[in-house]
Nanobody
Framework: QVQLVESGGGSVQAGGSLRLSCAVS????????MGWFRQAPGQEREGVAA???????NYADSVKGRFTISQDNAKNTLYLQMDSLKPEDTAMYYC?????????????????WGRGTQVTVSS
């Protein structure tokens, strides 16, 4: 059974930084895609950053240049380094993974999802 567990969320002031982690357990094979999504209250869930097993990355325009997605050598842990945080980044952040070799934000590519970790950025 595959399990994704996010951690690293919290509350920071605007301009601060956070690093989110997603621990993947219960499987032996790597995934073609891993990504981060977020959902603010009253808003639709949106893709934030994604990375494929071949190293392609994709970022939402709103976070480009501020966020960096990466994974460890074994591809069992996914990270999202968030710098220069803004209040508009406040949301529940979800880690996801799937078998398709893609860095797109198409949610159908992601078959496994974590429960999320809250990120709150104050002014």
């Amino acid at each position: 059974q595959v399990q994704l567990v996010e951690s690293g969320g919290g509350s920071v002031q605007a301009g601060g930084s956070l690093r989110l982690s997603c621990a993947v357990s219960g499987y032996t094979a790597s995934y073609g895609c891993m990504g981060w999504f977020r959902q603010a209250p009253g808003q639709e869930r949106e893709g934030v950053a994604a990375i494929s097993s071949v190293g392609n990355t994709n970022y939402a325009d709103s976070v480009k240049g501020r966020f960096t997605i990466s994974q460890d050598n074994a591809k069992n842990t996914l990270y999202l380094q968030m710098d220069s945080l803004k209040p508009e980044d406040t949301a529940m952040y979800y880690c996801a993974a799937g078998p398709v070799i893609s860095a797109s934000f198409w949610e159908n590519h992601f078959t496994y999802w974590g429960r999320g970790t809250q990120v709150t950025v104050s002014s």
